[in-house]
């Protein structure tokens, strides 16, 4: 027999049923409440519904809407609906010159009630900090934990800088653990959390920028959308859509160069369509016009005019120098590190001639590369020999083994300590990275490019020769670095050439 109710509880559930319908539903949390949803156009609202719908799922949503497409107003939809109408408390992390000009004005513009910024972030289920500020969390760790032990949600906005691991270090000790790995810790660890990750440019150098951006919500596990997405390992579906793209584009190629390429293959695979909202100009185009009958004007490319413009002018003797460099018996860089063949000194006579001059090519390749880089700007040319000058320092260091060997290395990076601080300066005046130096990760070779250099056994390959060709290889592009340093644009010049297409004046 049914146990009878007690008068509580029957004036408990007779509340209960009053006041069910008073709880708003997802539609009418959308159109009568929320103070965004209204100012997002149709494919913003689509995609705001699209990533809520792929986070309940699988746990975390990437939106990679193309520059200019409103990512941040669909995150600021985002965020008023976790926080209002799921009563959850969230975390948002962005660049800090994008938190500080672009998240803090327009949280104050359209979601003042919420707070979470500036006078107005106490008693507020918001949290706003900087990337770096995961750096510096020792001056407010108790913070922090509070957010890693009671945060439901995490935004990402600029999700592309979080693309490399860096240093794993001790989970124990946060001083050895790089600003990717704390972003890991704060998300895997205490109560579940939802993930949501804005950027661009989903892959940068390869498809493993994806992987890593994916693991924040998948807490590493490479099975983890077995089940929902039936892909039973992460790295082996990435593993072969690289192997095809090596196929499409050649081995020869680095996938950095390919981006666009991997792009296109990853977005026709069932892993990027079930966690990844993206959309063209083209298709916010056509929606618009298909809700309203008018679309916003995206900039039209003209075509190009042309400007005088002088080589010797615009680059002085740095021109002189890239010249006198290719006029060497092995031009520009040797490259040992790319061609260890030519320093083969082992007894196997079966080595493939066919792999012998493919690396020879390679090294060909990249010199080719390197007079693009400086034909499309110094700043360019700059930024690829430090690229290079870093992983020739990684590939030193991992084979130097003898005292001697490892004497020179450190002398020839203390030697060289201001030019390699100033390029890594110059690198974040350039392309905005809210990097600083003097953080953690401000290795002089980065880990993840000491993990990737080859150790030479020195009873296949004259090592001490190679490592001798390689520092040529360093002072070379030291040089070239030091020149560059100096190089500063007219801004006279460049205002009379804005706009138009270079008509080279070839001197001599």
């Not at 004036?11 to 708003?24: C, K």
């Not at 992987?211 to 590493?220: A, L, N, P, V």
């Not at 992460?234 to 095809?244: D, F, M, P, Q, V």
């Amino acid at each position: 027999m049914p146990r009878s109710s007690t008068p509580f509880e029957v004036y408990a559930q007779a509340l209960r049923a009053m006041f069910s319908e008073l709880d708003p539903t997802d539609d009418v949390f959308d159109n009568q409440i929320s103070r965004v949803f209204s100012k997002l156009d149709r494919y913003q609202q689509e995609g705001y519904w699209a990533m809520v719908a792929i986070a309940r799922k699988h746990g975390g949503a990437f939106l990679c809407d193309g520059v200019g497409l409103g990512k941040t107003y669909v995150g600021l939809m985002l965020l008023e609906r976790l926080i209002l109408h799921e009563n959850k408390r969230v975390v948002l992390f962005a660049p800090k010159s994008v938190k500080d000009s672009v998240w803090v004005p327009e949280l104050k513009r359209h979601l003042p009630h919420i707070g979470g910024v500036d006078g107005s972030a106490d008693f507020s289920n918001l949290s706003v900090f900087s990337h770096t500020d995961l750096t510096r969390a020792l001056e407010f760790p108790e913070r922090f934990e509070r957010i890693t032990e009671l945060a439901d949600a995490v935004v990402i906005d600029e999700a592309h800088h979080f693309r490399n691991t860096g240093k794993r270090g001790d989970p124990e000790d946060p001083f050895t653990r790089s600003r990717y790995y704390k972003l890991y810790d704060l998300i895997n660890e205490g109560r579940h959390k939802s993930v949501y990750l804005l950027t661009a440019t989903p892959i940068n150098n390869s498809l493993n920028d994806f992987s890593t951006s994916s693991s924040c919500s998948s807490q590493g596990e490479d099975a983890h959308f077995a089940r929902t997405l039936g892909v039973t390992s992460l790295s082996g579906r990435l593993n072969s859509i690289t192997k095809t793209l090596k196929q499409r584009i050649g081995d020869d190629v680095p996938e950095a160069e390919a981006a666009e390429e991997a792009t296109e293959l990853l977005a026709g695979d069932e892993l990027f369509k079930g966690l990844v909202v993206q959309r063209s100009r083209a298709y916010a185009r056509a929606s618009q016009l298909q809700e309203t009958g008018d679309a916003a004007v995206f900039p039209k490319r003209e075509d190009p005019k042309v400007a005088g413009y002088s080589i010797r002018k615009s680059y002085g003797k740095l021109l002189d120098l890239v010249d006198t460099a290719f006029q060497k018996q092995k031009p520009l860089f040797a490259l040992p590190m790319y061609y260890p063949l030519a320093y083969y000194t082992g007894g196997d006579a079966s080595i493939d001639p066919i792999e012998e001059n493919r690396q020879q090519q390679v090294v060909g390749l990249i010199r080719t590369n390197f007079l693009k880089r400086f034909e499309s700007s110094v700043y360019a040319f700059e930024l690829s020999c430090d690229r290079l000058l870093r992983k020739l320092l990684a590939f030193v260091q991992v084979n130097s083994e003898s005292d001697a060997e490892v004497k020179r290395f450190e002398r020839w990076t203390q030697q060289h300590e201001e030019l390699l601080t100033h390029t890594r300066v110059r690198q974040l005046a350039l392309w905005g990275d809210d990097e600083e130096p003097g953080e953690e990760n401000e290795d002089i070779v980065p880990p993840e490019l000491l993990e990737r250099a080859t150790l030479l056994p020195r009873d296949e390959y004259d090592v001490p020769e190679i490592l001798a060709e390689t520092y040529l290889d360093l002072d070379q592009i030291a040089t070239l670095l030091d020149e560059s340093r100096s190089f500063e644009p007219s801004p006279r010049r460049q205002v009379e050439e804005a706009g138009a297409a270079p008509q080279v004046q070839r001197d001599g």
